[in-house]
């Protein structure tokens, strides 16, 4: 085991068969830590801690790797040591494993209920620093068809385009979809602009027969789904014209 007094040093003065990157091309990536992996991606410390140790102290801070992985990028510029280069270099790591991960599920993905929504939503939008617009595209059997964000930036200055929503839906022959945004001030209570938008978006997908199923709003500890909350059923009656019925198809809460 290296003594402590090695561990501050610099990678490079270390032994050339104890050096993380050497030995994660001998002997594969399955035979490093996750601080090592951590190392090879932010290359350098800083004085008095090697790479590798700040590598752990990440994963101290924040409890674990999936933890890290999933923190908004504010919260990595913090830590001590993580700036420029050796942040964008993880951050990008992290979100190519993101999306690596998310196309997987998506190609098997079925979204069946609310929490279900609610539950793969609140993994692409918590923690993040700006607003972010995402669709939902499901077929008739509620195959994820496609996961699209339509919108990002300031509170102030996010609006979806609603036209843009409903080509693309066309584009990926989706029969329904859920909107989604989160709030980075950490509450998920909807906003009145938020309801106008739902309201506005189910007026343009209903004479194209494309079904909005739910609006998720993600906070911080919290979601909040227009579906389960009734709010999508009035908003629905609101867009009916005189002797229209409501379209029946729904997510269940289950």
């Given at each position: ?15 050339e068969e104890?050096r993380p990157r050497?030995?994660?091309l001998r ?10 992996l ?8 800083f004085?008095g801690t ?12 924040f ?16 830590v ?25 599920r ?12 609610a539950?793969?939503?609140r993994?692409r939008l ?26 990002q930036?300031?509170?102030e200055?996010?609006?979806p ?7 693309r ?10 909107a989604?945004?989160n709030h980075p001030s ?8 938020d309801?106008?938008l ?19 709003i ?7 789904s227009f579906a389960?909350?009734?709010l999508?059923?009035?908003l ?18 289950e």
């Amino acid at each position: 085991m290296r003594s402590i007094r090695t561990e501050t040093k610099g990678i490079a003065s270390w032994p050339e068969e104890e050096r993380p990157r050497e030995r994660l091309l001998r002997l594969g990536p399955q035979a490093l830590t996750d601080a090592e992996l951590i190392a090879i991606l932010i290359r350098i410390g800083f004085k008095g801690t090697s790479a590798v140790e700040l590598g752990r102290q990440l994963l101290q801070q924040f409890g674990s790797l999936r933890a890290m992985v999933e923190a908004p990028v504010l919260a990595l510029l913090e830590v001590k040591g993580l700036k420029g280069a050796k942040a964008a270099q993880l951050v990008a790591a992290m979100e190519i494993a993101r999306r690596v991960s998310a196309s997987r599920r998506q190609s098997q993905l079925q979204i069946k209920s609310t929490r279900a929504a609610a539950e793969y939503l609140r993994i692409r939008l918590r923690g993040l620093s700006e607003e972010h617009f995402r669709v939902l595209y499901l077929n008739r059997r509620n195959k994820l068809l496609d996961d699209a964000l339509i919108a990002q930036g300031t509170v102030e200055s996010v609006r979806p385009p609603l036209r843009t929503i409903v080509a693309r839906a066309l584009q990926v022959n989706a029969c329904a979809l859920i909107a989604a945004h989160n709030h980075p001030s950490g509450a998920a209570e909807p906003s009145e602009s938020d309801r106008l938008l739902t309201l506005d978006l189910i007026a343009a997908a209903r004479p194209l027969g494309l079904k909005v199923l739910d609006h998720v709003i993600v906070g911080e500890e919290a979601t909040y789904s227009f579906a389960d909350s009734g709010l999508l059923d009035e908003l629905e009656l609101e867009c009916l014209a005189p002797g229209q019925t409501n379209q029946s198809r729904k997510l269940t809460r289950e």
